[in-house]
């Protein structure tokens, strides 16, 4: 074995510990024991506060007076940098808050992530009633309609490769048909924008379009997430003002 390999072993299983370490912490969305980051990560218990007192010296964690642990400081300002230096986070934002401003609802931008969807972007709407996922949160790609609009000219091959095969069952129990959510993708492709009702909450409707850069498969989606009381003048409103945002953020070629 050469002395690189050897080296390189504990230095990538550290890396890889603060990864999981933080991913659960993400996942759990709120502040956790050492003891229940010993049990979600698997890690040792010298490992996990060894992790905790090196994270938390640089500001990445912070330990609470209860003894839990949860993102310190430094991870917002590192959140904010990554926000102000993406383009098109950048540029969506005024773009969202005009549009619930106009139509007092909640705005979002999504992305795929792995083999998930997740909120990139919220901006509320002055409704007291709204219906919307949290940023950041994975949510199986079958339930979104903004899942419809990203899988758009992918393979049915990779498609069953890249989804995971329980992400089909829905929180209720029932199971989306596969053929039809393909379908559903397609007819998706052709129109320009997904639409959903009922799928995770019974009184929602959800509506996506695609924002591109470049040529190829949409980069994110742009949605509005409304209650399925809106009447179809209402839906074909809130559709013509996602595709008009959509088309001022979409680029014909990518940014170098």
């Known amino acids: 074995m050469s002395r690189s390999s050897t ?9 890889d510990r603060v990864i999981s370490l933080c991913e659960q912490l993400h996942l759990h969305r709120q502040p956790m024991t050492p003891k229940e980051l010993m049990a979600a ?6 490992s996990v506060y060894e992790l905790v007192n090196l994270l938390s010296e640089a500001g990445w964690l912070e330990t609470e007076s209860d003894g839990r642990i949860f993102f310190g400081r430094a991870m917002h300002y590192f959140g904010l940098d990554y926000a102000d230096h993406n383009d098109l986070l950048r540029r969506a ?4 808050r005009q549009l619930s401003a106009r139509f007092d609802e909640t705005t979002q931008l999504c992305m795929l992530d792995g083999d998930k969807y997740t909120v990139m972007l919220n901006e509320n709407g002055a409704r007291p009633f709204r219906i919307s996922s949290e940023v950041g949160v994975k949510v199986p790609i079958p339930w979104t309609a903004s899942g419809r609009v990203l899988l ?5 091959e990779a498609m069953l490769e ?18 039809g959510f393909i379908a ?5 492709r052709r129109r320009g924008y997904a639409l959903t009702e009922g ?4 009184f929602a409707c959800c509506m996506a379009v695609p924002i591109h850069e470049g040529a190829g498969p949409a980069l994110a989606t742009l949605c509005f997430t409304v209650g399925r009381d809106a009447d179809q003048a209402r839906r074909e409103t809130l559709l013509t003002a996602l595709r008009e945002a ?5 680029r014909e070629t990518a940014p170098r």
């Not at 799928?199 to 019974?202: A, F, P, Q, T, Y």
Request: net charge negative; with cysteine; aromatic share 2%.
């Open 152 to 156: 758009g000219g992918m393979s049915r």
């Open 199 to 202: 799928l995770v909450d019974s």
């Open 246 to 250: 959509s088309c001022s953020l979409s």
């Open 93 to 96: 934002r005024p773009v969202m």
């Open 162 to 179: 890249l989804i995971p095969e329980e992400d089909f069952t829905l929180p209720s129990g029932e199971r989306i048909d596969v053929d």
């Open 184 to 188: 559903d993708i397609e007819s998706t």
């Open 41 to 46: 990560t698997g890690a040792p218990r010298s």
């Open 7 to 15: 080296t390189s072993t504990p230095r990538a299983r550290g890396v």
